[in-house]
């Protein structure tokens, strides 16, 4: 007979799941778990769309692909192989991905990334001007490949372009009231939320400096915040796929939480911005023409360095996202 997982281990695996990084820390997924049967189900949490910087559901996805994959991280490190399937419902577009897990003692790669988990911060600060080596580009690159999508570490020029990008795309944002107000709804606040992102990880506010660092505060006071000087050349790198459906965007998701793991491990810090992958005419623009196809579409936007460390933001309890389906008892 074939042994499927505990509750338990399921359980503590969506904890892990949970960890990953999302837009607005929104958070926008559930899980399901069929424990008769052992599979898994990840469902896009509609009550966290954000129809006007997420219109097309893009980022929802992006979030539950870096879910997915940390789940796939736990359950490897507890010995377990998830099998997943992407979109198995065409009829149902809300159910994301299936998975369904058999034990294995050969996962050592993915399993190693385990210890990541829990460390791994988005990061609004100031990165100091130490040079990150090409070895460490090179395996974030790879982590990248082996989900399926491309990391493009961009060139000064690209950089120089990139930023008038995301500048346009911070006017564009501080013109329009609902996209604020939308903003608002998932920041702000203490240490007591459970969800979005609370003014202590809103990090300085920028005094100068070039780094692509969206400002949450959105020109309201902070108490207690200070500012501070940031990097003048950020280390800018571009995560794509090459296409651009539902499916690459979990594609994407599974490949930007393998990087950023690694990432983690390998000592940097990291920050996400999608401000600008947000507008579809300003997200083309980030497209690099001679980029392999890989990076055809980009996804995110990703600030690497070394920084200092940062507290973790808040997550909803897994009993807000987990539901356990029981076998049914005989009548």
């Known amino acids: 007979m074939t042994r499927h997982p505990e509750v338990a281990a399921v359980t503590a695996w969506v904890r892990d799941a949970t960890m990953a990084p999302s837009m607005h820390n929104a958070q926008p997924w559930r899980f399901r778990y069929a424990s008769a049967v052992g599979t898994l189900d990840l469902r896009m949490d509609t009550a966290r769309y954000m129809p006007e910087t997420d219109p097309t559901t893009r980022g929802m996805h992006i979030s539950c692909g870096a879910a997915l994959f940390n789940l796939r991280v736990a359950a490897a490190h507890a010995g377990w192989a998830a099998d997943v399937r992407l979109l198995p419902d065409p009829a149902d577009a809300e159910l994301l991905a299936t998975a369904v897990f058999a034990e294995s003692d050969g996962l050592g790669a993915t399993a190693g990334l385990y210890p990541a988990i829990t460390r791994r911060r988005s990061s609004r600060h100031p990165f100091t001007d130490e040079a990150i080596p090409d070895a460490v580009l090179d395996r974030l690159q790879g982590a990248a490949r082996s989900e399926g999508a491309g990391m493009a570490v961009l060139s000064e020029w690209q950089v120089d372009a990139v930023l008038d990008v995301v500048k346009e795309a911070e006017e564009d944002e501080s013109l329009s009231p609902a996209v604020r107000r939308e903003i608002a709804r998932w920041t ?59 499916q690459d965007w979990l594609l994407a998701g599974q490949a930007l939480e393998r990087l950023l793991l690694q990432a983690t491990l390998d000592g940097l810090s990291t920050s996400l911005n999608s401000q600008a992958i947000e507008r579809a005419e300003l997200r083309w623009l980030l497209r690099d023409p001679v980029s392999p196809s890989l990076t055809a579409f980009p996804q995110m936007l990703l600030r690497l360095g070394y920084g200092p460390p940062v507290p973790p933001t808040p997550r909803r309890a897994v009993s807000d996202v987990l539901e356990i389906e029981q076998p049914s008892q005989p009548g």
């Open 188 to 246: 702000g606040g203490g240490a007591e939320v459970s969800e979005g992102i609370p003014d202590y990880a809103f990090g300085p506010a920028r005094h100068d400096g070039r780094a692509p660092v969206r400002d949450f505060a959105m020109g309201r006071p902070v108490p207690g915040r200070e500012s501070a000087v940031f990097e003048q050349s950020p280390r800018l790198v571009v995560l794509g796929t090459s296409d651009d459906r539902p």
